[in-house]
């Protein structure tokens, strides 16, 4: 990008934060990323109220506008955010947040576990998140899950299953899906198509899942910076200039 912009990574699920550092440190070369983390503790009730205004705060003491970006609930987040203070927002991107932004892999969780035990569940969602079949790197990560489900932001739980009625969005918006995606489905992230104003952009990834940027960083941090780029006011004025240099040569011939 002609200047580096101010991009920020909304993180709100610190046990997963580790499958978000490709995209991270893919895009830190072209813009100044910086990451916002929100911490709770397991028995602390999730409010996203709460999470709205502490991010509002920390956004206060930023003298440029920013670039939100997150993933899941951290993008819900940002969603919220930006609804309601969207003079701080210079654009929002969404990746796995269908039009009904509040299901996330918890949603999920809760609605199998009822049929399955605790362990079953979580493998199961394993495979299903990541692909991955070797009983080691399951274990793993059943435990990052586990922890997600005590320590995130996620509204939903075994008793409540949050939903946000979809509606336009008062910044610049990019919402990004894997084609392969359980969590998200094509058909979720095609529902954004009428809230889209000009200029905004949905895109699926070919693969890579529900952490589609996990698999694919460099495809989808150069999809999300040709989306920011668009943004530049350079932009619009080097083209107007050409256009306005066309139409004087067009002129020119027609005198002769």
């Given at each position: 990008?002609?200047?580096?912009?101010?991009?920020?990574?909304?993180?709100?699920?610190?046990?997963?934060?580790?499958?978000?550092?490709?995209?991270?440190?893919?895009?830190?070369?072209?813009?100044?990323?910086?990451?916002?983390?929100?911490?709770?503790?397991?028995?602390?009730?999730?409010?996203?109220?709460?999470?709205?205004?502490?991010?509002?705060?920390?956004?206060?003491?930023?003298?440029?506008?920013?670039?939100?970006?997150?993933?899941?609930?951290?993008?819900?987040l940002g969603l919220l955010y930006a609804r309601r203070y969207p003079r701080?927002?210079?654009?929002?991107?969404?990746?796995?947040?269908?039009?009904?932004?509040?299901?996330?892999?918890?949603?999920?969780?809760?609605?199998?576990?009822?049929?399955?035990?605790?362990?079953?569940?979580?493998?199961?969602?394993?495979?299903?998140?990541?692909?991955?079949?070797?009983?080691?790197?399951?274990?793993?990560?059943?435990?990052?899950?586990?922890?997600?489900?005590?320590?995130?932001?996620?509204?939903?739980?075994?008793?409540?299953?949050?939903?946000?009625?979809?509606?336009?969005?008062?910044?610049?918006?990019?919402?990004?899906?894997?084609?392969?995606?359980?969590?998200?489905?094509?058909?979720?992230?095609?529902?954004?198509?009428?809230?889209?104003?000009?200029?905004?952009?949905?895109?699926?990834?070919?693969?890579?899942?529900?952490?589609?940027?996990?698999?694919?960083?460099?495809?989808?941090?150069?999809?999300?910076?040709?989306?920011?780029?668009?943004?530049?006011?350079?932009?619009?004025?080097?083209?107007?200039?050409?256009?306005?240099?066309?139409?004087?040569?067009?002129?020119?011939?027609?005198?002769?």
């Amino acid at each position: 990008m002609s200047q580096k912009s101010n991009a920020l990574w909304l993180n709100t699920s610190p046990s997963l934060q580790y499958f978000a550092e490709p995209l991270l440190f893919e895009m830190s070369h072209s813009v100044r990323m910086k990451q916002w983390e929100y911490c709770q503790d397991q028995d602390e009730s999730s409010s996203l109220d709460i999470a709205v205004l502490r991010l509002h705060n920390y956004l206060q003491s930023c003298d440029r506008t920013v670039h939100l970006i997150g993933h899941g609930t951290g993008g819900l987040l940002g969603l919220l955010y930006a609804r309601r203070y969207p003079r701080k927002i210079k654009s929002l991107t969404l990746l796995g947040v269908g039009f009904d932004a509040a299901v996330d892999w918890q949603s999920h969780y809760y609605m199998h576990c009822q049929h399955l035990s605790r362990q079953k569940t979580l493998t199961t969602m394993v495979y299903n998140l990541f692909g991955y079949h070797d009983e080691r790197t399951i274990n793993r990560l059943v435990k990052l899950l586990k922890r997600d489900l005590d320590c995130s932001l996620s509204p939903n739980s075994l008793f409540q299953r949050l939903r946000i009625p979809p509606s336009s969005v008062p910044v610049p918006l990019m919402v990004c899906g894997g084609l392969n995606d359980i969590i998200v489905e094509h058909d979720a992230l095609q529902g954004w198509e009428p809230y889209l104003k000009k200029g905004d952009r949905l895109w699926s990834c070919p693969e890579g899942g529900h952490f589609f940027h996990f698999f694919q960083p460099q495809l989808v941090g150069e999809q999300i910076l040709n989306f920011w780029e668009s943004l530049q006011p350079s932009n619009s004025v080097f083209s107007a200039l050409k256009l306005e240099s066309r139409i004087k040569a067009s002129e020119v011939r027609i005198q002769k």
